[in-house]
């Protein structure tokens, strides 16, 4: 069982930042990927960016440029940093963790971006 326990979401202008963080109960090494999803209101939930174990990256297109996962292994935390919000970029997002058994989620924290 792995819990995971998002932070760091709120209410920022078009052009602004904030920085996402999911914090593990389990050595994030051990999960095979950990990654970010959101879903806005009327909207199907959607991949936002990933790492795998090995450190491999990836990101949606709508994100590429403008958001950055990275991990601290000591903390057993995934952080992801969104610059240059816009509108579009509101939802509540999703910590994932594939262990290669089961998926994990967390609880979800709301990013609200004010044009």
């Known amino acids: 069982q792995v819990q995971l326990v998002e932070s760091g979401g709120g209410m920022v202008q078009a052009g602004g930042s904030l920085r996402l963080s999911c914090a593990a109960s389990?050595?994030?090494?051990?999960?095979?990927?950990m990654g970010w999803y959101r879903q806005a209101p009327g909207k199907q939930r959607e991949f936002v960016a990933r790492?795998?174990?090995?450190?491999?990256?990836n990101y949606a297109d709508s994100v590429k440029g403008r958001f950055t996962i990275s991990r601290d292994t000591a903390k057993n935390t995934v952080y992801l940093q969104m610059n240059s919000l816009k509108a579009e970029d509101t939802a509540v997002y999703y910590c994932?963790?594939?262990?290669?058994?089961?998926?994990?989620w967390g609880q979800g924290t709301q990013v609200t971006v004010s044009s």
């Open positions: 389990a050595n994030i090494l051990s999960i095979l990927v």
């Open positions: 790492i795998t174990a090995g450190g491999r990256t």
């Open positions: 994932t963790g594939d262990t290669g058994l089961m998926d994990y």
